[in-house]
T-cell receptor
Framework: DTGVSQNPRHKITKRGQNVTFRCDPISEHNRLYWYRQTLGQGPEFLTYFQNEAQLEKSRLLSDRFSAERPKGSFSTLEIQRTEQGDSAMYLC??????????????FGPGTRLLVL | AQTVTQSQPEMSVQEAETVTLSCTYDTSESNYYLFWYKQPPSRQMILVIRQEAYKQQNATENRFSVNFQKAAKSFSLKISDSQLGDTAMYFCAFMKHLSGANNLFFGTGTRLTVIP
């Protein structure tokens, strides 16, 4: 168990460019979550996968955002045509999918995005 | 909709002393889960303690305990014998029971500094 890893840790991009982040969950975890954390705020839910199926998306996830988990292992989050308002920390979490609040979500270190 | 409020943006405590962090929430759900997560500087977020709303007994984990007041929708975290390693952002979070996604709703956090 090496924990949840995310790459890159930092990304600086210009407005209008596309960016892609990767999350590698704990190997036996079937649930994977993406959250966004802006300065001074707590994390906000973006989307969730059970294995390879994306089962829920927040209203925060605009059409410019797309997430995949092609083989039920790692996941990518892509932002197209980035805007300055996309600047945030993007957190990934994984869990073993126990019922309700019995599960523990393990968080990665996050990818900090700055859009200039 | 669920909201989580942490009214103390920053707090400090002397090493070995006790500190209490406040959290209130609003929900129409009758069954749910509450959590405290810790986010140390430049490190990933980890679960500190969880409480199931249908359990009257307050959860404890070593030096960490909660005061859960369901009627008042209050969920405070008490840290006893504070240690330097307790310095971190602390987030209160809510999860609906049987929500499918099991996504977390976070407060805005309390930055705790333990002073030597």
């Amino acid at each position: 168990d090496t924990g949840v890893s995310q790459n890159p840790r930092h990304k600086i991009t210009k407005r209008g460019q596309n960016v892609t982040f990767r999350c590698d969950p704990i190997s036996e975890h079937n649930r994977l979550y993406w959250y966004r954390q802006t300065l001074g705020q707590g994390p906000e839910f973006l989307t969730y996968f059970q294995n390879e199926a994306q089962l829920e998306k927040s209203r925060l996830l605009s059409d410019r955002f797309s997430a995949e988990r092609p083989k039920g292992s790692f996941s990518t989050l892509e932002i197209q045509r980035t805007e300055q308002g996309d600047s945030a920390m993007y957190l990934c979490a994984s869990s073993s999918g126990l019922a309700g609040g019995q599960e523990t979500q393990y968080f990665g270190p996050g990818t900090r995005l700055l859009v200039l | 909709a669920q909201t989580v409020t942490q009214s103390q943006p920053e707090m400090s405590v002397q090493e070995a002393e006790t500190v209490t962090l406040s959290c209130t929430y609003d929900t129409s759900e009758s069954n749910y889960y509450l959590f405290w997560y810790k986010q140390p500087p430049s490190r990933q977020m980890i679960l500190v303690i969880r409480q199931e709303a249908y359990k009257q007994q307050n959860a404890t984990e070593n030096r960490f305990s909660v005061n859960f007041q369901k009627a008042a929708k209050s969920f405070s975290l008490k840290i006893s014998d504070s240690q330097l390693g307790d310095t971190a952002m602390y987030f209160c979070a809510f999860m609906k029971h049987l929500s499918g996604a099991n996504n977390l709703f976070f407060g805005t956090g309390t930055r705790l500094t333990v002073i030597p």
